[in-house]
């Protein structure tokens, strides 16, 4: 299996569980050529010392940039496929072999929590993934927590202004590969040790 795969950490406001997830990402089935990491500006990550972790790209902003800004940087990896997670998520150790085996039947985005939506609004959804633990491949509306999707298919969250930037970024992601490219969203089957959790 290729592991044509950037994984890109996203230090938010939960440091604690970061070595618990770069080891989670260094022993799957399936191993990624990179991991990088994002770390947003906040108090909970003054402390941390990133250059001990054998990480192979660490960005380090002055501001906290919240959510979008893990996706930007996806846009400078260079392999087919790229991988985030939230600072609370670890995958189990088929994750990326999960993610793969799904890709060659239904190519998308794929992440751990599927959001079903039942009417124009987020308050009325339904959730499937690791929240329900699916035994097949759900078509979505958006994802979050995990993503795993084609590098390429990173572009079209970019075609329009981000409504907001304090959060949002699932929706968009979801939505303007969709609608500029026709890629659909999907939760894969979550088996046992192909999960993503949240802490």
């Known amino acids: 299996m290729v592991n044509d795969i950037t994984v890109i950490l996203n230090c938010y406001k939960r440091p604690n569980y970061l070595q618990e997830q770069i080891n989670s ?3 799957q089935t399936v191993k990624p050529k990179e991991i990088w990491l994002w770390i947003n500006s906040t108090d909970e990550n003054k402390k941390i010392n990133p250059y001990v972790l054998g990480l192979d790209r660490v960005f380090k902003s002055s501001v906290n940039c919240k959510y979008h800004a893990r996706f930007a940087i996806g846009l400078l990896a260079n392999t087919e496929y790229v991988a985030f997670f939230d600072d609370d998520t670890i995958p189990g150790d088929k994750w990326f072999e999960n993610c793969l085996n799904t890709m060659q039947q ?3 985005i794929l992440g751990g929590a599927g959001v079903i939506l039942h009417d124009r609004r987020y308050m009325y959804h339904a959730r499937v993934g690791w929240p329900s633990k699916i035994s097949q491949t ?3 509306d958006l994802v979050g ?4 999707l084609k590098r390429s298919d990173l572009n079209y969250m970019w075609r329009e202004t981000p409504y907001s930037l304090q959060n949002g970024e699932d929706i968009q992601l979801s939505y303007l590969a969709k609608k500029y490219g026709g890629v659909k969203t999907y939760c894969p089957p979550h088996p046992k040790d192909a ?3 949240g802490k």
Request: hydrophobic content about 45%.
């Open 25 to 27: 990402i260094k022993n």
């Open 106 to 108: 239904t190519p998308g």
């Open 145 to 148: 927590h995990a993503w795993f």
């Open 195 to 197: 999960i993503v959790t």
């Open 138 to 140: 759900t078509e979505v």
